[in-house]
């Protein structure tokens, strides 16, 4: 059984609409400005799932990652193509989908305490769901980094 993994990227700036097209389409197409943004991004370990952890109905997955990624991709690809701004209203919906659930299956997952540190001190940047960070390039802004077991993906 194959094993996903989610990482918050808190990025500073806006994207294009075309480049993140591209990215919530999986569409290999370059996006140069995405993978400058990518690069210098802040990252948060949020979580693990399986293909059990799926489920039918958006936002219903039966563990937090999932839930986390199902409604960022929502957020990014309802109404126009984008990266989401993490406001207090989306940082308090993210919150609310991370808490346990009564049906949720058993999965690796972050502090619930550390996901809205991260959150809030992101107020204001962009929010993107990643299965691999890309290597440290430049020192975080925002304090949060990948823990160094994690470093290489």
Known sequence: MFEYRLWLAAVPEPLPEAEARVYWNL???PT???DGALK???YAYVGSWQDRH????PQSGRCPAVR???WLFYRGTIDCYQAPILDARLR???MGLYQPRPDDLPAESTGV???AAFLTAHLGWCLLPEEVPPPITTQPQGGHSRPA???DG
């Open 32 to 34: 140069p400005t995405l």
């Open 27 to 29: 569409k290999d197409r």
């Open 149 to 151: 077991n994690e470093q």
């Open 92 to 94: 308090d919906e993210l």
């Open 68 to 70: 986390i990624f199902d």
């Open 54 to 57: 799926l489920a039918e109905r």
């Open 40 to 42: 210098q991004a802040d």
């Open 113 to 115: 305490d550390e996901i």
